[in-house]
């Protein structure tokens, strides 16, 4: 039995000249949160409207539950395609009805009786923190209420996969937040599976499981969220896309970084630790071994994926060999970026 | 005032709402569909096929460009056989309907072109059908528009209506030619005028009432 609910096989997607789609395959299994990042132009959006059934692929498989969608006739795509909830990053709400009708709207689509919809309405409505606002207009609420009531509308019919795209780039961060948090419970509580596609790599930290970065319409990487964001060496999109959200050298250090080290001068080290290991009190490990001074310069402890994370900036005296190995043994990825001479 | 005057008001402005109202419920019979397929037909619409919208777009161009006098008088065989004569009331609404359905049409067209791509696509990823769409998106997304539109056809209606008169179908502004103008009676043609006044405001102000209750954004 398969347990993948997506999967994605050598997929090309061409425009005229433009390769929007370069074979790309990947597969999502049940309950998992799959992020796929790329800048503007990476294939993204192409991906998700191929993944929605929106747009046949030229070549490749795409299975959804098993079924091939790229060679269902028509006719049975519209059915499929109620199996799939769409969340937009523009919430996409009928102005004319409701936010119970909103609600409703696929419920009537999928043919559910009417009697048995304002119980469904409710339910979800409730799921959502919207209870007391049903019978609202859509213009009357805030940016993060209209996207509730766009995440209720596409669990109204219980989707196998839940395909976000860009859901929370036009939300404050706070309100992002609240919506990355339902997200993901509704991922614990329900066991749904989720696509979410953006470009902000701070949404994929936060609750991705897994990670696709697309450049050009190829995949450059594609392995749980924790091994990319751990990994010593990305590829240089990778590398452009995190630095956005890892902690950095602060410039008035940057400008005195040197190559060698230099006698009572300080090295600056890049440490990341995952899992476990960034709970440990590694800086004053490293006191109490070696008397050496050890001090954190940016960065901290996060969770990614549900685990714990720790990407820092720290600078640390007298360093040397011995030094490294220990650190090395929490940190294989470690990295020196240079050394700071000490003044005068 | 005299007692008949008043009766001849009254009864043209009873004749001048059955011609406003029948020919203004026809142009939505007729021009929403024609709207729709216009809307649907243009490239990326809902059934593509833009040769076919160039080519309606030209005959509601052409029925626009036809003076409505004229529109009578060639119309007049073909009342003759929808309504059995070609004189009164009855038969001005048919050269007045096929005035205004292209007229609504248009006005239509530009309401439908105006909702949000997104929302259709929104529903189209939902599962919906074309008819879906047009019945839960197109149309209801359009409807504030929609009615201001109608509004607008309806007014139109009772302007084209005085020419009505060419064919003896009566009305306020058949009433206003012959009695005020012809006959130098500038009593009758000032009350006409301020009936005829009344008559569009109310339309008008009916219009923006329903247009905005209807609008929830």
Redesign the interface.
């Known amino acids: 039995m398969d347990v993948n609910v997506v999967d994605v096989r050598h997929v090309s997607r061409r425009f005229g000249g433009h390769v929007a789609l370069d074979d790309v395959s990947f597969s999502v299994a049940r309950g998992e949160i799959l992020g796929v990042i790329g800048r503007s132009g990476a294939g993204k959006s192409s991906l998700l409207r191929c993944l ?1 059934a ?1 747009d046949r692929p030229d070549s490749g498989q795409i299975l959804i539950e098993g079924q091939d969608i790229t060679t269902l006739p028509q006719a049975q795509l ?5 199996r ?1 909830g ?1 969340v ?1 990053q ?1 919430f ?1 709400l ?4 409701t936010v119970a009708g909103n609600i409703s ?2 419920l ?3 043919g559910v009786p009417r009697a048995q919809r304002p119980e469904r309405i409710a339910a979800l409505l409730a799921l959502v923190g919207l209870s007391a606002h049903g019978d609202k ?3 009357q609420l805030s940016g993060g209420q209209k996207q509730r009531v766009g995440i209720a ?1 596409a669990l109204a019919n219980d989707p196998a996969l839940l395909l976000c795209d860009e859901a929370t780039s036009a939300l404050d961060p706070e309100t992002t937040t609240a919506i990355l948090d339902l997200l993901a419970e509704i991922n614990r509580e329900l066991g749904l599976t989720i696509i979410l596609i953006t470009h902000e790599m701070d949404v994929i930290r936060r609750i991705a499981t897994h990670l696709v970065v697309l450049d050009q319409g190829h995949i450059v990487e594609n392995a749980p969220t924790l091994a990319i964001m751990g990994a010593a060496t990305q590829s240089a999109v990778t590398e452009a896309l995190l630095s956005e959200t890892q902690p950095q050298v602060p410039p008035a250090l940057r400008a005195r970084l040197v190559a060698e080290p230099a006698p009572d001068g300080w090295a600056i080290i890049r440490l990341r630790l995952a899992g476990e290991a960034a709970w440990q009190p590694l800086l004053s490990l490293l006191g109490q071994q070696y008397g050496v001074e050890a001090t954190v310069l940016q960065g901290g402890t996060t969770e990614i994926a549900g685990q714990p994370f720790a990407d820092q900036i720290v600078s640390v005296t007298g360093y040397c060999a011995e030094i490294h190995d220990f650190l090395t043994q929490f940190d294989p990825s470690l990295k020196v970026l240079g050394h700071v001479p000490a003044d005068h | 005032m005299s007692r008949l005057i008043i009766d001849l008001i009254a009864r043209a402005t009873w004749e001048t709402t059955i011609m406003v109202a029948c020919s203004g419920l026809l142009a939505v019979l007729g021009g929403l569909p024609l709207a729709l397929l216009m809307v649907a037909m243009r490239r990326g619409g809902l059934m593509p096929c833009p040769p076919a919208a160039r080519l309606l777009g030209l005959v509601v161009d052409i029925l626009r460009a036809i003076p409505f006098i004229i529109l009578l008088v060639i119309l007049i065989p073909v009342t003759r056989m929808i309504v059995g004569t070609s004189l009164g009331t009855a038969a001005a609404i048919v050269p007045l309907s096929l005035a205004a359905i292209p007229y609504f049409a248009r006005i239509a067209e530009v309401s439908l072109r105006a909702v ?1 791509p ?2 259709v ?9 074309r008819w ?1 769409i047009v019945r ?2 197109l149309i ?2 359009a ?1 504030p528009g929609l009615v201001a539109g109608f509004t607008v056809t309806l007014i139109t209606l009772t302007g084209a209506s005085a020419m009505a008169g060419a064919v003896g179908a009566g009305g306020l502004g058949d009433l206003a030619i012959r009695y005020g103008y012809q006959r130098f009676n500038t009593q009758v043609m000032s009350l006409v005028v301020v009936v005829l006044i009344v008559f569009v405001a109310v339309i008008q102000a009916a219009g923006n009432a329903l247009s905005n209750h ?1 609008r ?2």
Do not use: C, Q
């Open positions: 929605g929106l519209v059915p499929l395609r109620r799939i769409f937009f523009h996409n009928l102005s004319s009805r709207l696929p009537e689509i999928a207009w859509p213009a509308r | 949000d997104n929302l696509d929104a529903v189209h990823a939902m599962g919906g059908t879906m839960h998106v209801p997304e409807l209807l929830h954004d």
